[in-house]
């Protein structure tokens, strides 16, 4: 008997110790980039150009074109995520064709980034002429957001009690009038808090808008959808690989401002979520 | 008096699937009267229910065979909007949904194009008044549906029923998870709803069905074995089958 | 009527946008195979495929993607040894064993590090990581395959974590009651009959934290150096076939031999991927069932 019990110390320990070591570099490398980093923010670093060929100054061209290419994702991944998520839970019925659309949406969310960015290039860019700019890398970005916001729906939508639905139904509601009044008002906040987080991932992303939008070095803001926008992503991509002599309290900074970016974002879609939870009614 | 048919059911089989669930079912509903639907359970009581408003579509695996009449028209050729609204239904649980009692009971004529504020206030207080509901929530309208208690609940879905204005009412096994005194309530309402409405109530309540309708039939295992007036069936049923389930020796 | 045009424009929309995912995913496979095709218009798909020298501006080129599949396989197996055991381990903890608050800071945690931009991980390994490795371990360069694979390691940990921890709690509790009541301890009951209940889906999860390291391109840009040669050791520089498509676009011709072989390099990692998923979603139905 206690052999056995020694035995689950034991094991429990060594688990635990492999949790730690996944948890303590998580910690780690947050304190390591904001310590590092913390110095060189200031209101000037968020708010200024980049200066000295990226040297000195501020990120500001970056943020900009980081929050705009949030918005542009979400203009075009948002409603075709969630009409298409609303097709597959109330619409679609059980049979070979819905099979084939799960397992695409399965197969999208398994696109390594680089390839959307080959194909965001080659159909965006070149095919339909729009060059690099902001309409091309929202739209590859879009298509890479589809698989979460598709995801996060439909659960939100299977998560709403079936009785809401045949009630209405029994009503004499069509299909259409059972989704809008019955299941989408109560499947919003799940839309919310995916939308959110799959926004998170987009800002953080590179390789799609290597090709489609990110320009190098743009101090002035974006005039327009077609032109060339700076990122944050690939700011410090560029900054920590390609610019001799970079002083690393400005590539920390950077660092910092984007993952207090992405942070942000999942922390509202956190709060989105246990807001809602309090509010149930069901 | 002469019986007026409001809804003729010719040879109706259902299935699930493989799985058949309803047996040639051939029967005459009248106007106006109260028809009872006993049976152990899994005869197809529901399904026979569910299949006169179509509710059985909504499951991908359903299909049928046989013809459904409603005033003489086949029920296939009308609308599951309009068909839905003409024959309403209350489930065996109290469902409600997450709204006000008010937009509860307004649900359906906003579904319907009802519009204008004083005409759907109207409709929804004639219903809750016909559902013997109003007296108890005429002051708190606003109030959550679900806070109710369920026997309230179940008049509460009876009221959104009437507020389409059916002509058909179908019961589930209504009265399953209530008390004695909300069951004695909505017993009361179908009896006063009788006037306006063509009711059938399925029931696991020999009891009921014997105080409540006014003719029933016997379902068992996807067949109905027989249908009569309700001191017939009670007194001397024709069937061996009926006589053994309703003195208990089955169930 | 007008409420009928209205639901009918509505309803059509909602059907389309159905398809909508099935037309991205061929739209990405054609436009991946159109421009390979034009590769191997003028250069061999044997050549392509085995070649072991991947020299693209060399006169004539060579578009071999031995040596790049191979540093995208040593990085991916290096990743692999590390984030499976530490996965599987710490789901474990997660599930079983953790009390409820340390569990829900452990979530929290790791979905923290899931939302960590992969350029900041590979920012990490150029600063700090590959010097680290450097100068322990007494290499020429930090930046090898090694600190690709510590740091890949870590961005497939959240998904192997969370899918095999969502497949230990999916484990029904009338398995663990049963093996209680015959006198387990709570060890032996996670070992003996959780995991290999939970084993399809945490299988599932594996393969899905292959398929994120396998496409995962700014970390191994960054920190495994840009050798494009066949490499003998892990901690030795090399290139993954990601890599290569995100360094060398940019130098290219639109329409040359070089611009078509990035996209078949495309292609072969849209092909992995997809065989990869398939396999992660026929593991994940069966534990639905």
Not at chain 2, 28 to 37: A, F, P, S, V
Not at chain 3, 31 to 54: A, C, E, M, Q, R
Request: proline share 5%; glycine share 8%; net charge positive.
């Amino acid at each position: 008997m206690s052999t056995a019990r020694g035995r689950q110390k034991a094991a429990f320990f060594i688990l635990g110790f492999a949790t730690l070591l996944v948890v303590l570099p998580i910690i780690l490398t947050i304190l390591y980039i904001v310590k590092n980093g913390f110095s060189a923010i200031s209101w000037e670093f968020i708010a200024q150009s980049p200066r000295n060929g990226m040297r000195q100054g501020g990120i500001f061209p970056a943020i900009v074109g980081t929050i705009v290419l949030i918005i542009g994702t979400m203009i075009f991944s948002l409603p075709l995520g969630i009409l298409s998520a609303i097709y597959l839970v109330e619409y679609a019925k059980d049979n070979a064709f819905t099979r084939l659309i799960k397992l695409s949406v399965v197969n999208l969310s398994g696109i390594p980034s680089i390839v959307y960015g080959l194909f965001g290039f080659t159909l965006f860019v070149l095919f339909l002429r729009l060059g690099t700019s902001i309409l091309a890398g929202a739209l590859t970005l879009s298509i890479m957001s589809l698989p979460v916001i598709i995801t996060a729906t439909k659960e939100a939508l299977e998560a709403v009690p079936y009785s809401f639905r045949e009630i209405s139904f029994s009503l004499g509601a069509t299909r259409w009038q059972t989704v809008r009044y019955c299941v989408l008002p109560y499947a919003i906040p799940g839309i919310l808090t995916g939308t959110v987080l799959s926004l998170s991932r987009a800002a953080g992303e590179t390789a799609p808008i290597l090709f489609t939008v990110a320009a190098f070095y743009l101090p002035r803001l974006p005039r327009s959808v077609f032109d060339q926008v700076m990122a944050l992503p690939y700011h410090l991509y560029v900054i920590s690989t390609q610019v001799p002599n970079m002083p690393t309290s400005i590539s920390f900074a950077t660092a910092v401002v984007l993952i207090a970016l992405v942070f942000l974002m999942n922390l509202v879609s956190i709060l989105l979520r246990a807001h809602f939870r309090k509010k149930k009614q069901w | 008096m002469v019986e007026q048919t409001i809804i003729k059911v010719a040879d109706l089989n259902s299935y699930f699937g493989p799985l058949q669930v309803l047996k040639k079912i051939n029967l005459e509903i009248y106007r106006n009267e109260i028809l009872g639907i006993i049976g152990p359970a899994n005869s197809g009581k529901t399904t026979f229910l569910r299949a006169l408003n179509r509710l059985n579509n909504l499951n991908d695996t359903y299909s049928q065979t046989g013809e459904i009449l409603f005033e003489g028209r086949d029920i296939s050729g009308i609308s599951d909007s309009i068909l839905r609204k003409k024959i309403g239904i209350i489930f065996a649980l109290p469902q409600v949904l997450p709204m006000s009692i008010y937009n509860n009971v307004a649900y359906g004529p906003k579904v319907h194009d009802v519009t204008g504020k004083k005409v759907v206030s109207e409709i929804v207080e004639n219903a809750l008044k016909k559902a013997y509901l109003w007296d108890e929530v005429k002051d708190r309208l606003d109030l959550p549906a679900p806070r109710l208690s369920g026997g309230q609940q179940q008049r509460l879905c009876i009221a959104r029923t009437l507020a389409v204005e059916p002509e058909i009412i179908l019961y589930d096994e209504p009265c399953s998870g209530l008390d004695p005194i909300s069951t004695a309530k909505i017993e009361d309402a179908m009896q006063q709803l009788k006037e306006d409405y063509t009711q059938i109530l399925v029931t696991n309540n020999t009891k009921q069905a014997s105080r409540v309708s006014e003719r029933c039939g016997f379902f068992l295992m996807g067949e109905m074995v027989e249908i009569s007036e309700t001191g017939a069936l009670f007194t001397h049923p024709r069937d061996e089958r009926t006589d053994d389930y309703i003195s208990g020796r089955f169930g | 009527m007008h409420k009928r045009i209205s639901e009918y424009i509505i309803e059509t929309c909602i059907r389309l946008s159905g398809l909508v995912v099935i037309a991205f995913v061929f739209l990405i496979f054609l436009f991946l195979l159109k421009d390979s095709l034009s590769l191997f218009g003028v250069y061999p798909v044997n050549g392509f495929l085995l070649g072991i020298h991947w020299l693209p501006i060399s006169e004539p080129p060579k578009f071999g993607i031995i040596p790049l599949f191979l540093g995208s396989l040593y990085v991916t197996f290096g990743a692999i040894l590390i984030c499976v055991p530490l996965g599987i381990a710490s789901a474990m903890f997660i599930a079983e064993v953790a009390p409820p608050s340390l569990k829900h800071i452990l979530k929290s945690l790791v979905e923290i590090l899931a939302s960590i931009p992969s350029v900041v991980l590979g920012f990490i390994g150029i600063i700090w990581l590959g010097p680290f490795l450097k100068t322990t371990f007494h290499l020429t360069t930090g930046m090898c395959g090694l600190t690709g694979s510590l740091l890949l390691a870590f961005m497939a940990l959240p998904t192997i974590i969370s899918i095999s921890e969502d497949a230990l709690v999916g484990v029904p509790k009338s398995f663990k009651e049963a093996a209680y009541g015959l006198g387990a301890t709570r060890w032996q009951a996670l070992w003996r009959i959780i995991l290999p209940s939970a084993s399809s889906g945490i299988f599932a999860g594996v393969m899905l934290g292959i398929g994120r390291v396998i496409g995962e391109t700014m970390v191994v840009m960054m920190v495994t150096g840009n050798s494009p040669i066949i490499p003998t050791s892990i901690l030795q520089p090399l290139r993954t076939l990601t890599a290569t498509i995100a360094g060398e676009m940019g130098e290219t011709v639109s329409g040359s031999e070089h611009y078509f072989a990035l996209f078949a390099v495309g292609l072969v990692l849209f092909i992995i991927t997809f065989i990869i998923n398939f396999l992660a979603e026929l593991f994940l139905q069966r534990t639905r069932r």
